[in-house]
């Protein structure tokens, strides 16, 4: 009996640990009766341990668990994909069986993996296949490259490439429209081969003289509604699209790539899933919000993700429904297809374009660019019927807005939307310029401004040239004002515009610094480290109406860890950039380590 004493002793502790999660009671022996009810309990305990083992246990670590009930910890429990426990290295141990897997984090950062907020995720696969023009310093140097390309590509075939900026060059270029360069130079050295080069932005192209004559384009084409055609003082083309007027230049290969078959088109699109997942669990990135898939892409998620073989977790956004798109909403939302793999609950759509394509709309004209206000590159009236069509069919909004007259007037919209009775969560996409005058309704209306960090400093060397410092200084990437205001925020890269990395989104959060001058960027408006830390993880899960599910080390909540090399609450600024991702934990699996 004494032997069952100090047994049951030893293993109190670890008892009392379970009942939190087995409603089972550990009590001292005080009698033989008592005895025998503990040799019951204990038991029971014993059984209810090896059925609730966990299957991973990170210990001796610091964890910012993104809940306010227990803001930090040492350790956590998980069984497969849930959260059994978290808090100190005892409790998490006594959850240990023998098939558990036991990671010291010899002290290391661990938290919720991060959730991008605001990405394109088969963008990012596909920009993972073209080329790269997102270092160019230069026009030169962005044709070097192109031509680079076009040596190994077949003649006749089209090259593609994207992230030029020529406000981020370092020497402009020598004939220049609003300062894009002619595209004469670059259809000189690739005759043969149709290229299109995508702004960084997304929202601006351009051609070379073979893309355009396959396209059918000449001088006296008409600019589309919504878009430009770029052309200098005497008409001639420059080369250069803008928002609409993209489509048109880029028939041919969109009617190129419907003519593939079935078959072909599905492994071109499981490449690019492929690729981008391999970017975002390098980065720590388990979840991720798409900003606009096609009803097609989303049968293959669909498909993929019942099959088990998607491999980050993906809210999606419907791409732009067109009016006769209309009635495929009543299928949606669906929620946590394959697992919690897949959810599609929202609409994408476009009020305006971005500021460094000249396509953000504007209430007072561009400072560069007098008497141009931008672009509306969606009528008012067809976004009121989606609008209409998201509040019957219970699915979220999510409307780009960048200029500030952008978002007045989706606010306006979303304000005859709203009512005290529901929690739509509309979301303005990217929330960039606004007017001090709206900032305050964000929070009063309950709408969503998803922005993105990163975002700010890298355009910082262009914003006050467009927008002129006072607009800049009160109305540019206020997230401070906005929080002060009561609203909610998301955040997010909007890769491939820029890197999926999430450390450089929050190092640009809580300093603003240009990366160009390293000056920060009316730092006023910075974020502090947890709030940063809230925007990448529990902030996007409400902004998806996963708050319950992920977002933040609780038990119950889906088992998506990461550990980093520096603590991000307390590391210099400096130090965020030079942290590395040192596991990604998915779905309670180690699926990507440094090693």
């Known amino acids: 009996m004494m032997a069952f004493l100090l047994f049951l002793l030893r293993y109190g502790s670890a008892c009392s640990k379970l009942a939190v999660l087995n409603d089972c009671t550990c009590m001292k022996p005080i009698s033989f009766g ?48 849930t959260i059994l426990y978290v808090g100190d290295d005892a409790g998490a141990l006594a959850f240990a069986g023998p098939q558990t897997e036991l990671l010291d984090l010899q002290g290391n950062f661990a938290m919720p993996g991060f959730i991008e907020g605001h990405g394109h995720f088969i963008g990012l696969g596909q920009s993972l296949e073209v080329v790269n023009l997102s270092k160019a310093n230069s026009w030169s140097e962005v044709i070097a490259r192109v031509v680079e390309q076009v040596q190994r590509t077949p003649i006749g075939e089209w090259v593609e490439g994207r992230g030029w900026h020529q406000e981020k060059w370092s020497e402009p270029p020598t004939r220049s429209v609003n300062g894009y360069p002619y595209h004469d130079e670059l259809s000189a050295r690739t005759p ?45 083309l420059t080369g250069v699209f803008e928002e609409n007027a993209m489509n048109l230049v880029l028939q041919p290969l969109s009617e190129q790539r419907s003519s593939r078959r079935e078959r072909e088109k599905r492994a071109a699109f499981e490449r690019q899933v492929t690729l981008a997942a391999e970017a975002c669990l390098r980065n720590g990135v388990t979840s991720f919000q798409d900003a606009g898939s096609s009803f097609w892409e989303i049968e293959q998620f669909k498909r993929m993700a019942e099959e088990g073989r998607l491999p980050v977790r993906l809210w ?63 009528p008012l009236d067809s ?42 969560r509309w979301r303005v996409e990217h929330a960039q310029h606004l007017d001090p005058q709206d900032i305050a309704r964000f929070g009063q209306l309950g709408v969503i401004a998803s922005v993105q960090a990163v975002h700010c400093t890298s355009d910082a060397p262009f914003v006050v040239k467009r927008l002129g ?34 450390l450089a989104c929050i190092y640009a959060a809580v300093t603003r610094k240009r990366p160009d001058t390293g000056e920060p960027f009316f730092p006023e408006q910075c974020m502090t480290r947890q709030e940063a830390l809230l925007s990448y993880t529990l902030w996007n899960a409400y902004a998806a109406f996963e708050e319950k599910k992920k977002g933040s080390l609780t038990p119950g909540k889906r088992a998506d860890v990461i550990v980093l090399s520096k603590n991000l609450l307390t590391c210099s600024p400096e130090d965020i950039l030079n942290a590395r991702v040192l596991h990604t934990i998915l779905a309670g699996r180690r699926i990507w380590s440094a090693q």
């Open 316 to 378: 999606v956004m419907i791409a732009p429904p067109s009016s006769a798109d209309l009635p495929k909403l009543a299928h949606f939302p669906q929620v946590d297809l394959g697992k919690g793999f897949l959810t599609v609950r929202a609409v994408k759509s476009y009020l305006d374009g971005a500021l460094g394509a000249y396509g953000a709309w504007l209430l007072q004209p561009y400072a560069d660019k007098p008497g141009h206000l931008g672009q509306n590159v969606t």
């Open 192 to 236: 043969n081969h149709p290229v299109v080069l995508r702004h960084a932005s997304g929202h601006a192209l351009m051609a070379n003289a073979k893309a355009m004559q396959l396209a059918g384009i000449s001088r006296h084409t008409p600019d589309p509604p919504g878009g430009r055609i770029v052309r200098d003082e005497k008409g001639n």
């Open 34 to 81: 008592a005895t025998l009810l503990a040799l019951v309990v204990f038991l029971s305990c014993s059984v209810s341990r090896r059925n609730s083992s966990a299957t991973l246990i990170l210990y001796n670590g610091f964890l910012f668990t993104a809940d306010s009930t227990r803001p930090e910890a040492k350790a956590i429990a998980m069984r497969g994909d």
């Open 469 to 502: 410092v006072e607009r800049a200084r009160t109305g540019a990437y206020v997230w401070r004002s906005l929080l002060d205001s009561g609203a909610r925020l998301a955040n997010g890269t909007d890769t491939p515009v820029e890197d999926i990395n999430p």
């Open 383 to 424: 976004l009121r019927r989606i609008a209409e069509a998201c509040r019957r069919h219970g699915l979220q909004l999510c409307v780009h807005a960048i200029g500030d007259r952008a978002n007045r007037e989706i606010l306006n919209l979303y304000q005859a939307f709203v009512d005290s009775s529901q929690n739509l």
